[in-house]
């Protein structure tokens, strides 16, 4: 499996993203899904993990309420909406697949993608 994680940029504090995970390869419904960034000399953090069928996800405290994760398994998709942005948002993300919400929290993931760039300005 390929993913990807794309959508990132420029936005100035309090606008909104909305990144995306494609899949290549195979399909995504058996996973679940986890999205991740690293901030320059910070070490990669969890961000929001969702399950394989959508029902249950979880956010990292500072994100709760701002960002929502979703997947759309028909088209091997995982979202992650970004809203109210904030200059330490800044940082690289990306999505990552593993065989259950426990594997995502202990970063055992099965396959990680290439990052996407998000930059928050102030």
């Known amino acids: 499996v390929q993913l990807q994680a794309s959508g990132g940029g420029l936005v100035q504090a309090g606008g909104s993203l909305r990144l995306s995970c494609t899949a290549s390869?195979?399909?995504?419904?058996?996973?679940?899904m986890g999205w991740f960034r690293q901030a320059p000399g910070k070490e990669r953090e969890f961000v929001a993990s969702?399950?394989?069928?959508?029902?249950?996800?979880y956010y990292i405290d500072s994100v709760k309420g701002r960002f929502t994760i979703s997947r759309d398994n028909a088209n091997t998709m995982v979202y992650l909406q970004m809203n109210s942005l904030r200059p330490e948002d800044t940082a690289v993300y990306y999505c990552?697949?593993?065989?259950?919400?426990?594997?995502?929290?202990?970063?055992?993931?099965?396959?990680w993608g290439k990052g996407t760039q998000v930059t928050v300005s102030s």
């Open positions: 969702i399950n394989w069928s959508g029902v249950t996800s």
């Open positions: 390869g195979r399909t995504l419904s058996n996973y679940a």
């Open positions: 990552a697949a593993a065989t259950s919400l426990v594997a995502v929290q202990r970063r055992v993931m099965d396959y």
